[in-house]
Structures are given as structure tokens and as C-alpha cells.
């Protein structure tokens, strides 16, 4: 996947979303998403980075804990081909669901010119 298909994937779960955080300052209502590249974790031989494969962390805020939701959000990885795992929180200060995904990205280069 490019990282365009990846943010399309994102904005395909109809959901409030942005990379990394909001960056206007305004609370934002639950459900929303916060998703970015945590890490690489290329693959590697003979001294080269063979393949770009990126750590995808997509976080899913919530009031109260909305097992459809995952249920939908997880459709979607699936369709894409991605493997997830997923770890549940309850955010105390926030009072606020916080569920996280972490996939594994091969990622392609654009074919945008």
C-alpha cells in the first residue's frame, strides 16, 4: 500500500480522523480516530532495507466501549489485508475508551507523478 491508500483507508471508516493529533485545538468529539507510523520494521538482507514496512498504529476514542464499531474498523483492515492487534483502554483523566491497532504496512512507493 502507499501511504495515500493507507490515509484513504483511514478516512473510508467514516469516523473524524487526522494523523498523529488535531491540530486546531478543538475537543473533539467521540468516536474519532488518531492514526500515524509509530516505527519501521523493514525487512533487511546484505546490508540493505529490502522492503519499507511501516508499524501502523490507528487509535479509536470512544465513550463507552462500542463493539460495533470495532467490529467495522476491523472489516476494513481486513478488506485491505492487514493484520492487527488490537489492545483496549480506559483513558481515567479523559474518561474516554481508547482502542489501539497495530498492523504491520508493507509500503509501495506513489505512482503519482
Do not use: H
Not at 36 to 63: G, H, M, P
Amino acid at each position: 500500500m502507499t501511504r495515500e491508500e493507507v490515509a484513504n483507508m483511514i478516512t473510508s471508516m467514516n469516523l473524524a480522523c487526522a494523523y498523529n493529533e488535531f491540530n486546531d485545538n478543538t475537543p473533539q468529539e467521540p468516536p474519532f480516530i488518531c492514526w500515524f507510523f509509530a516505527r519501521s520494521d523493514d525487512f533487511i538482507a546484505d546490508n540493505q532495507n529490502f522492503q519499507n514496512i511501516e508499524v501502523l498504529n490507528i487509535e479509536l476514542y470512544t465513550k463507552y466501549k462500542d463493539f460495533e464499531l470495532d467490529d467495522a474498523i476491523e472489516a476494513v483492515l481486513q478488506a485491505a489485508g492487514l493484520v492487527w492487534y488490537k489492545e483496549t483502554n480506559y483513558v481515567e483523566t479523559e474518561k474516554i475508551f481508547q482502542t489501539a491497532y497495530e498492523c504491520e504496512v508493507v509500503i509501495t512507493a506513489s505512482t503519482d507523478t
